[in-house]
Every structure is written in structure tokens, then in C-alpha cells.
């Protein structure tokens, strides 16, 4: 099996990227780059050197209206729409949009997927922060559940947790868990709120929180030599979730999810 080295990895998720954006600019959908893709057009101008993903957000509506346009997607471009964890789009924390051709292995996660760029929703927050604290506190519990239910432990345990899995997925904590993250995100009204975030991963708690007039006013960033739209407020942004973003991690820490990619045409 070839695997694409680093370069090659990185040129065909900005190939993603792009196409992302145009189709978003065709059908006039918002959208930002958003975690360490947004940390690395500010710091790098591009990838951050030992990063190996890409993430953009966009409004709820942006995302749902994309969600109805994948087939037009999937015609007119070479990727396609795909549901978090195999599960169809409408029913997931978020969606990816892939390259079927390429296929990767994922050693954080030990798990095989195609190539795919993140895609988040972005929901309406409450402007008391302890009611914010408290809905990434329940995300964030309906997130450990999700995760014991999908990822592929590793030896010697797999055995033992492939029974623990099997159980908890035919009781129903899987669909029960990827409901209540959606409803989590979607209880307060976008556009009725003054603060949002991307609410139904929630990694970073209430340090997404955001001014939705300032994460709907866009900025272009150059990203690879390519110009993205980027949300006003990346400051705040970035330093909610990574403090002093502008200064490098120990090297103990600049970690990426393994990812390793191979064409699935055994022609390409």
C-alpha cells in the first residue's frame, strides 16, 4: 500500500477546502475557518506544520441548507457530504465533507475513514455564562458516551469493549447521546441570540462563546495562498480556545490524529 506523504496529504484536504468554499460562495452559504485551521491561516499563513485535518463552522442555517444540497454536491464536485460516525447528516453532531478516492487510517482512533475536512454548526449560546457552562457540561458528557460507543478500542481490551459497545449501541445510548447533542445545540434560537459557538462538539466550553455579530462578519485569510473567509472576531476566538495562540506549543505537544491516506483507484 502507497500512502501519501505529508505534502500530498495536505494538498488534497486544501483541494477539499477549496471546493468547500467555492460551492459555499456559489449558493451564497456561510462560513469560517474555524479551530486549528483559523489558528494556522493566523500563525502560518497555512497548515500548522505537524497539523493533519482541516475545520471550517458555519451558521445552523448555512449548514442544514448545505446538509439539502449535498446531492448537487456530490454531482458537481469530486466529494461528497457524509453523517459524523457513518449515521446520515441530519442525525450527527456534524458532518464532513469527503474524497471517496481516498481512504485514510487514523491511528489516534484506530479506525479507517475517507479523506475528510470537518464541518461544524454554529447555534445560538445563552448570554449567562453559567447557563453556557452548563450546556457544554452536558455536551460534553453525551460526547463521552458517543465516543465509547463508536471508537475501536486497541488490544488487549478491544475484545472486552467491542461487548461493551455492542451492548450500549443495542440499548440505544448511541442514538439517545447524538439526540440529545442536537437538541443541546439547538435549544436556544440562533437569531434570537446575541452569543454563539459551535456547540454540539464543544472541545473548548465556553471559551467558543462568541459575539454572533462579530462571527458573521467575515475577513478574508490567505490559507496556503488561498484566500478564506475567516469570522472578524479570530482574536477572540482563538484565544478563548488556545490563550497566547500566537506562541508555539512544547514540542511534547504538537500532536496531529496520525492520519494515514491512500488513493482507493489503485490507478491514481
Given at each position: 500500500?502507497?500512502y501519501?506523504?505529508?505534502?500530498?496529504?495536505?494538498?488534497?484536504?486544501?483541494?477539499?477546502?477549496?471546493?468547500?468554499?467555492?460551492?459555499?460562495?456559489l449558493?451564497?452559504?456561510?462560513?469560517?475557518?474555524?479551530?486549528?485551521t483559523?489558528?494556522?491561516?493566523?500563525?502560518h499563513?497555512?497548515?500548522?506544520?505537524?497539523?493533519?485535518?482541516?475545520?471550517?463552522?458555519?451558521?445552523?442555517?448555512?449548514?442544514?441548507?448545505?446538509i439539502?444540497?449535498?446531492?448537487?454536491l456530490?454531482e458537481?464536485?469530486?466529494?461528497?457530504?457524509?453523517g459524523?460516525?457513518?449515521h446520515?447528516?441530519?442525525?450527527?453532531?456534524?458532518?464532513?465533507?469527503?474524497?471517496?478516492n481516498?481512504?485514510?487510517?487514523?491511528?489516534?482512533?484506530?479506525?479507517?475513514?475517507?479523506?475528510?475536512?470537518?464541518?461544524?454548526?454554529?447555534?445560538?449560546?445563552?448570554?449567562?455564562?453559567?447557563?453556557?457552562?452548563?450546556?457544554?457540561?452536558?455536551?460534553?458528557?453525551?460526547?463521552?458516551?458517543?465516543?465509547?460507543?463508536?471508537?475501536?478500542?486497541?488490544?488487549?481490551?478491544r475484545?472486552?469493549?467491542?461487548?461493551?459497545?455492542a451492548?450500549?449501541?443495542?440499548?440505544g445510548l448511541?442514538?439517545?447521546?447524538?439526540?440529545?447533542?442536537?437538541?443541546?445545540?439547538?435549544?436556544?434560537?440562533?437569531?434570537?441570540?446575541?452569543y454563539?459557538?459551535?456547540?454540539?462538539?464543544?472541545?473548548?466550553?465556553?471559551?467558543?462563546r462568541?459575539?454572533?455579530?462579530?462571527?458573521?462578519?467575515?475577513?478574508?485569510?490567505?490559507?496556503?495562498?488561498?484566500?478564506?473567509?475567516?469570522?472578524?472576531?479570530?482574536?477572540?476566538?482563538?484565544?478563548?480556545?488556545?490563550?497566547?495562540y500566537?506562541?508555539?506549543?512544547?514540542?511534547?505537544?504538537r500532536?496531529?490524529?496520525?492520519?494515514?491516506?491512500?488513493?482507493?483507484?489503485?490507478?491514481?
Amino acid at each position: 500500500m502507497n500512502y501519501l506523504d505529508n505534502n500530498e496529504l495536505k494538498k488534497n484536504l486544501l483541494r477539499i477546502l477549496t471546493s468547500f468554499s467555492e460551492f459555499c460562495e456559489l449558493h451564497q452559504l456561510d462560513y469560517s475557518l474555524s479551530g486549528g485551521t483559523l489558528l494556522g491561516a493566523i500563525r502560518h499563513q497555512g497548515f500548522i506544520p505537524w497539523d493533519d485535518d482541516i475545520d471550517v463552522c458555519m451558521p445552523r442555517a448555512s449548514y442544514e441548507r448545505l446538509i439539502e444540497l449535498r446531492d448537487e454536491l456530490a454531482e458537481t464536485t469530486a466529494f461528497q457530504i457524509e453523517g459524523f460516525y457513518g449515521h446520515s447528516p441530519q442525525e450527527s453532531p456534524y458532518i464532513k465533507m469527503i474524497d471517496p478516492n481516498i481512504e485514510v487510517l487514523i491511528d489516534e482512533l484506530n479506525l479507517t475513514a475517507n479523506l475528510w475536512i470537518d464541518v461544524m454548526p454554529v447555534d445560538g449560546l445563552p448570554s449567562n455564562s453559567e447557563a453556557v457552562v452548563s450546556v457544554y457540561d452536558q455536551i460534553e458528557k453525551n460526547r463521552n458516551v458517543l465516543c465509547n460507543c463508536t471508537v475501536i478500542p486497541r488490544p488487549p481490551f478491544r475484545a472486552l469493549k467491542n461487548v461493551i459497545q455492542a451492548i450500549m449501541k443495542r440499548i440505544g445510548l448511541e442514538d439517545q447521546a447524538l439526540r440529545k447533542i442536537n437538541q443541546l445545540a439547538q435549544q436556544e434560537s440562533y437569531e434570537d441570540c446575541d452569543y454563539v459557538g459551535a456547540v454540539s462538539w464543544g472541545l473548548y466550553g465556553e471559551g467558543e462563546r462568541i459575539p454572533k455579530y462579530e462571527f458573521e462578519k467575515k475577513e478574508k485569510v490567505l490559507f496556503e495562498g488561498r484566500a478564506f473567509n475567516a469570522m472578524s472576531c479570530w482574536n477572540l476566538y482563538l484565544t478563548g480556545l488556545y490563550g497566547d495562540y500566537m506562541s508555539l506549543p512544547p514540542v511534547e505537544k504538537r500532536k496531529n490524529h496520525g492520519v494515514q491516506a491512500y488513493y482507493t483507484d489503485r490507478n491514481q
